[in-house]
C-alpha cells in the first residue's frame, strides 16, 4: 500500500483565450493527483487528508474511488474546498492563483496509524505550507520515517502562497533527514538554492529533477547522475505532469519490490533509465491532455517492462 497525503481542490481551468474564459472545474491538487495516478497505474493506495463536506468534496472523493483509491482515512469537514484558478500560457504551462482562507484541508491532523500493510507515504504541495495543517502533514512525515516507511517529497513550489520565503527553504531542510526520494522540477530546485548533493547528503537516498519536455535527471548517493529525454508529444497542457511522474516513480519501484534505500541503491543504470522513461512517457500522456488526467496502467504496457 502506497499512502499519498496532501490536499485535494478544485483547479478552475480556463477553457479558451483570456484569464476568465469558460472557467470549467477539474478535480487536482498535487498529492490528489498523484493518488489517481497510482491507482490508475494498478498500484494498491490510500489518500490521506481532509476534504469538505461540501458538493466539490464529494466530487473529489468520487474521482479518488473510481481509481480504486482507498479514501476510508479521508477527514472530513463543513468548511468549503480549495480553489485553484489556472492560467494556461502558450507553451500549455500553468500557473495558479488561490482561494484558501478557511478551507476543509487547512485543518488536517495527523492520524494515529496509517493503514496496514503501508510500504510507502508521498508528501508535497499545498499542504506543507498552509497552517495548521502543514505541522500536521509534517508530524505524519517525521513518523512515518521514525517508523522505517519509504517517504517520498515533492516540495512543488507555489511562491504565492509561501509568506516567508527563507523561513520555508530552512523548513524544507528540515525535512530532508525524513525523506527518501526527493522529486522536484528544475523550476523548484531553482526557487529553494542550493543543489542535488546538498539534498543527498542531508538525508535522501536519491534526487529526481524533472526538466519539463526535456526529461528527467536522477542523483544518487553513490555520486551517479543519470538522464533520460522527454517523450515529444503534442502538449495541450502541463497540470498535472508533475503528479504524474511522482506515481510513476512509486509505482515503478513498488513492481520492483525496490521502496527502500538499499533497493534504490541497487538499481544502477539500466534500472533507473527504465523507470525514468517510464515516468516520462506516462507525463507525455498527461501532457496530451487537457486537466489532470494521468494515464491508466494499459496505456504504458506491462508493469514488468520497467
Not at 503501508?118 to 504541495?125: C, D, E, H, L, Q
Not at 522540477?185 to 519539463?212: I, K
Request: glycine share 12%.
Amino acid at each position: 500500500m502506497i499512502v499519498v497525503a496532501g490536499e485535494a481542490l478544485i483547479d478552475l481551468v480556463p477553457q479558451g483565450p483570456g484569464a476568465l474564459a469558460d472557467l470549467k472545474p477539474a478535480l487536482g491538487g498535487g498529492p490528489y493527483n498523484t493518488a489517481v495516478a497510482l491507482g490508475r497505474l494498478g498500484s494498491p493506495t490510500a489518500f490521506c487528508s481532509r476534504t469538505s463536506d461540501d458538493a466539490f468534496g464529494e466530487a473529489l472523493l468520487d474521482g479518488l474511488r473510481r481509481a480504486g483509491v482507498d479514501v476510508s482515512g479521508v477527514q472530513r469537514g463543513p468548511e468549503p474546498t480549495t480553489l485553484a484558478v489556472a492560467t494556461i500560457d502558450a507553451a500549455g504551462s500553468a500557473a495558479y492563483s488561490f482561494y484558501v482562507d478557511g478551507t476543509a484541508d487547512r485543518l488536517f491532523t495527523a492520524p494515529d496509524t496509517l493503514p496496514a500493510g503501508t510500504r510507502a507515504v508521498s508528501f508535497g504541495t499545498c499542504s506543507l505550507v498552509l497552517e495548521p495543517g502543514a505541522s500536521a502533514y509534517e508530524e505524519l512525515m517525521r513518523g512515518a520515517a521514525g517508523q522505517g516507511l519509504f517517504t517520498a517529497l515533492d516540495p512543488n513550489i507555489r511562491a504565492g502562497l509561501i509568506p516567508d520565503a527563507d523561513a520555508y527553504r530552512a523548513r524544507f531542510k528540515s525535512w530532508l533527514p525524513s525523506v527518501t526520494l526527493l522529486k522536484l522540477s528544475a523550476e523548484d530546485a531553482a526557487w529553494l538554492g542550493g543543489s542535488p548533493r546538498e539534498w543527498l547528503a542531508a538525508g535522501p537516498a536519491a534526487v529526481v529533477v524533472t526538466r519539463g519536455g526535456d526529461g528527467l535527471t536522477v542523483f544518487t548517493r553513490d555520486g551517479g547522475e543519470l538522464s533520460v529525454p522527454g517523450e515529444k508529444v503534442d502538449v495541450v497542457d502541463t497540470i498535472g505532469a508533475g503528479d504524474t511522474v511522482n506515481a510513476a516513480l512509486l509505482h515503478g519501484l513498488a513492481v520492483r519490490d525496490a521502496l527502500s534505500p538499499e533497493a534504490l541503491a541497487t538499481l544502477g543504470t539500466e534500472g533507473w533509465t527504465r523507470l525514468l522513461r517510464f515516468a516520462a512517457r506516462a507525463a507525455a500522456i498527461t501532457c496530451s491532455r487537457a486537466g489532470a488526467e494521468p494515464p491508466y496502467a494499459a496505456e504504458l504496457g506491462e508493469p514488468t517492462a520497467l
